[in-house]
């Protein structure tokens, strides 16, 4: 499966910004579809996984109350909503997809595909 991540961009804390992973080439619902962010000379750190039927859904702490994350599996798309930005959640943000289930897809280890990454930066 291939992934197209977008959406990312240049906004203030405390606005919005919605991201898209658009997926090809593969059976999309078979997947569990995580997001992670990375800051240079830091790990990609996991946001927010959703399983595959879009029902079971898992966030870091930093993600809690202001990331949500949400799947179409007819238009093989998984959204991730982000409020109340913070100067932290500066990133570039990468979608990937996992076959393994929610529960096990919290590290980025399980994670066998990956979509380019879009840059998300929150100034003051």
């Known amino acids: 499966v291939q992934l197209q991540a977008s959406g990312g961009g240049l906004v203030q804390a405390g606005d919005s910004l919605r991201l898209s992973c658009a997926a090809s080439?593969?059976?999309?619902?078979?997947?569990?579809i995580g997001w992670f962010r990375q800051s240079p000379g830091s790990e990609r750190d996991f946001v927010a996984t959703v399983s595959r039927s879009g029902e079971v859904k898992k966030y870091a702490d930093s993600a809690k109350g202001r990331f949500t994350i949400s799947r179409d599996n007819v238009k093989n798309t998984v959204d991730l909503e982000m409020n109340n930005l913070k100067l932290e959640d500066t990133a570039v943000y990468y979608c990937?997809?996992?076959?393994?289930?929610?529960?096990?897809?919290?590290?980025?280890?399980?994670?066998?595909?990956w979509g380019q990454g879009t840059q998300v930066t929150v100034s003051s």
């Open positions: 080439g593969g059976s999309f619902s078979t997947y569990t």
């Open positions: 990937g997809a996992s076959p393994f289930g929610v529960a096990q897809a919290l590290t980025r280890l399980p994670y066998h595909h």
